[in-house]
């Protein structure tokens, strides 16, 4: 009887010392950022904190829990660092120090990205099938964009009155990609103006943008059929500075009043400043820029208005290039989808599924 109690204490005492494991590892596929630390201690456990030593050796408490048996990630580190963790473990009356250490590894793929890399390979499969399908011959409908359409109606008052058109590019310098989006309508306008006979008048603020702006006009007018009815004196420098271009351009529709008037590309602070002197004239005002804290001062002062993205998708609107019609219906197709996806990551929120949100956390973090 004495034997079997000793070996029934003896056992109890191993299988305790035994359960006593701290643990620290890489987490795997991460970006280098976070250990795994892992735990089994006695059922007698009533507490554990877990702490990190910083490089004084200064230890610094970033976990406790009551489980004898469990894990935690300890996010936000250094890449290629090396951590040292202490556990501390507490039961009735005593006592249990556990030591660990790991260093953090980049891996070639973070799996927590893997939604984000599921959806960028659907929306440019979905790309290139469009551009692939303009290109023979197939055509796509692109809704109707006003400011656009308004560009006849104003060129056309401007020929009636016998007075130019004022095409601003934005005051952003030639790696805007509003600015690039603007000389893409730039060249329409130049066209039709061509046709019409009819004067356009383009202020640039940075010498790049001036050589991009003679160029496209003047292909606009090679285009028409009037090569000798191109100005070059008409596409103009004014001055780098902010204020002072915009006082330059509001002398110009003083003294000019131009009967059309076109903002298009990267705007700011004078946004509001050149609508309501163009207002002041009297001319037909088309407005189209990306930045959103200076659209409603182009809504209240401008006849149309391109909101946003529709300024990207003028150059495919009025070029109705296989290439760009493609693209332009890509994107949609990637914005249809994640429109499902929030419809759906919803509803399964509602079911209490979070699934869906953890597997494309990576595409919006």
Same mark, same amino acid.
């Given at each position: 009887?004495?034997?079997?109690?000793?070996?029934? %204490?003896?056992?109890?005492?191993?299988?305790?010392?035994?359960?006593?494991? #701290?643990?620290?590892?890489?987490? @795997?596929?991460?970006?280098?950022?976070?250990? =795994?630390?892992?735990?089994?201690?006695?059922?007698?456990?009533?507490?554990?904190?877990?702490?990190?030593?910083?490089?004084?050796?200064?230890?610094?408490?970033?976990?406790?829990? !009551?489980?004898?048996?469990? $894990?935690?990630?300890?996010?936000?580190?250094?890449?290629?660092?090396?951590?040292?963790?202490?556990?501390?473990?507490?039961?009735?009356? *005593?006592?249990?120090?556990?030591?660990?250490?790991?260093?953090?590894?980049?891996?070639?793929?973070?799996?927590?990205?893997?939604? %984000?890399?599921?959806?960028?390979?659907?929306?440019?499969?979905?790309?290139?099938?469009?551009?692939?399908? @303009?290109?023979? /011959?197939?055509?796509?409908?692109?809704?109707?964009?006003?400011?656009?359409?308004?560009?006849?109606?104003?060129?056309?008052?401007?020929? !009636?009155?016998?007075?130019?058109?004022?095409?601003?590019?934005?005051?952003?310098?030639?790696? =805007?990609?509003?600015?690039?989006?603007?000389? $893409?309508?730039?060249?329409?306008?130049?066209?039709?103006?061509?046709?019409?006979?009819?004067?356009?008048?383009?202020?640039?603020?940075?010498?790049?943008?001036?050589?991009?702006?003679?160029?496209?006009?003047?292909?606009?007018?090679?285009?028409?059929?009037?090569? *000798?009815?191109?100005? !070059?004196?008409?596409?103009?420098?004014?001055?780098? =500075?902010? %204020?002072?271009?915009?006082?330059?351009?509001?002398?110009?529709?003083?003294?000019?009043?131009?009967?059309?008037?076109?903002?298009?590309?990267?705007?700011?602070?004078?946004?509001?400043?050149? +609508?309501?002197?163009? #207002?002041?004239?009297?001319?037909?005002?088309?407005?189209?820029?990306?930045?959103?804290?200076?659209?409603?001062?182009?809504?209240?002062?401008?006849?149309?208005?391109?909101?946003?993205? !529709?300024?990207?998708?003028?150059?495919?609107?009025?070029?109705?290039?296989?290439?760009?019609?493609?693209?332009?219906? /890509?994107? =949609?197709? /990637?914005?249809?989808?994640?429109?499902?996806?929030?419809?759906?990551?919803?509803?399964?929120?509602?079911? /209490?599924?979070?699934?869906?949100?953890?597997?494309?956390?990576? +595409?919006? $973090?």
């Amino acid at each position: 009887m004495r034997k079997c109690i000793l070996i029934i %204490f003896f056992t109890v005492i191993i299988t305790v010392l035994m359960a006593n494991r #701290f643990e620290a590892s890489d987490t @795997a596929w991460d970006d280098g950022k976070s250990i =795994d630390l892992n735990w089994e201690l006695s059922p007698l456990i009533e507490k554990v904190v877990i702490s990190r030593s910083d490089a004084e050796g200064n230890l610094k408490v970033i976990h406790s829990s !009551e489980a004898s048996t469990s $894990t935690y990630r300890d996010n936000e580190l250094e890449p290629n660092q090396k951590y040292h963790y202490q556990l501390q473990a507490f039961s009735k009356g *005593d006592s249990l120090s556990l030591a660990a250490s790991a260093t953090t590894k980049q891996q070639w793929f973070y799996m927590g990205k893997l939604g %984000f890399l599921i959806l960028l390979v659907m929306v440019c499969v979905a790309i290139i099938y469009y551009i692939q399908s @303009a290109k023979h /011959g197939k055509e796509y409908f692109i809704r109707r964009i006003a400011g656009l359409d308004s560009m006849e109606e104003a060129i056309g008052r401007a020929t !009636e009155k016998g007075k130019p058109i004022l095409y601003v590019p934005g005051i952003s310098d030639l790696d =805007d990609i509003q600015t690039i989006a603007s000389l $893409t309508i730039l060249s329409h306008l130049a066209e039709r103006s061509a046709e019409y006979s009819t004067d356009i008048i383009v202020p640039c603020r940075f010498s790049m943008v001036l050589s991009a702006a003679r160029e496209v006009v003047r292909e606009a007018y090679l285009k028409a059929g009037k090569p *000798d009815a191109y100005r !070059e004196d008409n596409i103009f420098y004014l001055t780098d =500075d902010q %204020f002072g271009f915009v006082a330059g351009i509001d002398g110009i529709m003083m003294r000019e009043q131009p009967a059309a008037n076109f903002f298009m590309g990267s705007f700011y602070a004078e946004s509001l400043i050149l +609508a309501e002197t163009g #207002f002041a004239t009297g001319a037909i005002q088309t407005a189209g820029t990306a930045q959103a804290h200076q659209l409603p001062f182009f809504v209240v002062t401008c006849d149309y208005t391109l909101i946003g993205e !529709e300024l990207f998708a003028a150059s495919a609107y009025l070029s109705k290039d296989p290439q760009q019609l493609g693209s332009l219906r /890509g994107h =949609d197709f /990637g914005k249809v989808v994640f429109i499902i996806l929030i419809i759906v990551g919803v509803i399964l929120e509602i079911l /209490g599924i979070s699934n869906l949100k953890e597997f494309i956390a990576g +595409a919006i $973090t």
